[in-house]
């Protein structure tokens, strides 16, 4: 296909460029929508990667952002397997890989970004592996269905899901944080506890304060050299060590990019300091109202909620604005989420039983402020529950948490009269 000109480019094929051109078409636009994308799949959520994809209980049909047929129901035209290599903010241009150049109207940046690597351990090296995208899913599960043991490297979401895959397949799995403890940026030290309790009761040899001098790969099998003395070996490794954005072409482009996180820089609306160009997702950097920061925030709510913002300045309509950030990870047996963030200086609350790990747990934590501003929510197989407490947390509405803690009345009921309070009360 020849596309010499569009009336938006989109530049990525994942979840918020496929979410920001379906958003294009809700919102009424009638321009022609490109969508320009590294990989050959149809756009697809990246959660499952790590799950239900490695564990092979679905296929890529099962974890697509739209259903089949959807973007030709809606005149969402593709152009897989092709990147975008350098734009011409100025003219309006973008070159891609297989030697076309594109006019568009806008331009909307949805390049997500790559898996930060570790020194000696290559891409695509055997027994070595990455998991950004289904190729990696899929090469990694290959690997596991062969081998019987896999180190991880890196204690975050990204690695203890992988784990505890590996643990449901039947393989042993190490897991080396260089932290005192597990998801020490997104949950309190009382829920790191816990979590570290379960992980080692799947057993998983978890490793805290563990840190990698070198690493040795041989036909064999990988070995870590830790900083303690001591090697950690197992037959495959996998890196899980955080996400680099993808931002270069914005750069070249002379893109503003965020000193300190890194993203692409954006404002309410997503837009960048460039004429007509646009960044959602993983790649872009934006203040956000909760946080009162600006922030790169790697999730699906964001990716999706930027999306929107875009799609609508696009579109010339209005939406709303950022909710709470909100996050969820499935592992070993337990499904969590996040609403909101865990700042400094809160106090967590306990709703239900936080004791040994039980073989089906349910509870919450609910971290407050001196205001009794719930910013924090932590639910362990109560999302449910999580959903009714948005109110309070995206308002940042003053409550008493202790009595949303009460389990001898429905959340839905203790939420609802927290709302209908006056002003949270002062103490002298």
Excluded at 135 to 156: K, P, T, W, Y
Excluded at 309 to 319: C, H, Q, R, S
Excluded at 369 to 389: K, P
Aim: net charge negative; proline share 5%.
């Amino acid at each position: 296909m020849t596309a010499a000109q569009t009336d938006v480019l989109i530049v990525g094929a994942g979840q918020s460029g496929a979410t920001a051109a379906a958003a294009l078409r809700e919102f009424g636009y009638q321009g022609r929508i490109l969508m320009v994308g590294a990989e050959r799949l149809p756009p697809y959520e990246r959660p499952p990667l790590s799950k239900a994809i490695l564990a092979g209980t679905s296929s890529v049909g099962d974890i697509l952002v739209h259903p089949a047929g959807f973007h030709e129901n809606k005149a969402i035209e593709m152009l897989p397997g092709v990147q975008v290599i350098s734009l011409d903010a100025a003219a309006h241009t973008a070159l891609l890989s297989d030697g076309q150049s594109i006019g568009y109207g806008h331009c909307l940046i949805a390049t997500g970004g790559r898996a930060r690597t570790v020194e000696g351990l290559v891409p695509g090296t055997p027994r070595v592996h990455y998991l950004r995208t289904m190729a990696d899913a899929l090469r990694l599960r290959e690997e596991m269905c062969q081998q019987r043991s896999v180190l991880v490297v890196g204690g975050g979401f990204l690695g203890l899901e992988v784990a505890s895959t590996a643990r449901a397949m039947g393989l042993s799995a190490t897991v080396l944080e260089s932290a005192d403890r597990v998801l020490a940026r997104a949950v309190p030290p009382a829920m790191s506890t816990w979590l570290e309790q379960r992980i080692e009761l799947a057993g998983v040899d978890l490793r805290l304060n563990a840190r990698c001098e070198s690493f040795a790969v041989e036909a064999s099998g990988v070995t870590a050299r830790l900083s303690t003395g001591g090697d950690v070996s197992a037959d495959l490794i996998l890196v899980a060590v955080g996400l680099e954005p993808e931002v270069e072409v914005a750069r070249q482009a002379g893109m503003a990019i965020h000193d300190v996180n890194r993203g692409i820089r954006v404002d309410a609306r997503c837009a960048t300091n460039a004429p007509d160009i646009f960044a959602v997702g993983d790649c872009c950097s934006q203040f956000h109202p909760f946080m009162d920061a600006e922030v790169r925030l790697e999730s699906w709510q964001s990716a999706n909620e930027q999306a929107r913002l875009a799609a609508a300045a696009i579109a010339g309509v209005a939406t709303n604005g950022l909710n709470a950030p909100w996050f969820w990870s499935d592992q070993f047996g337990c499904n969590l989420q996040m609403l909101g963030v865990p700042v400094a200086g809160l106090t967590y609350y306990s709703r239900g039983s936080i004791g040994a790990p039980a073989e089906a747990p349910k509870f919450m934590l609910l971290g407050a402020n001196e205001s009794g501003q719930i910013l924090h929510a932590i639910a362990v197989n109560a999302g449910g529950d999580l959903r009714q407490l948005k109110p309070l947390v995206d308002g940042k509405m003053p409550c008493d948490p202790v009595a949303l803690c009460e389990q001898s009345a429905p959340l839905r009921q203790l939420v609802r009269a927290a709302l209908a309070r006056t002003p949270f009360p002062t103490t002298n």
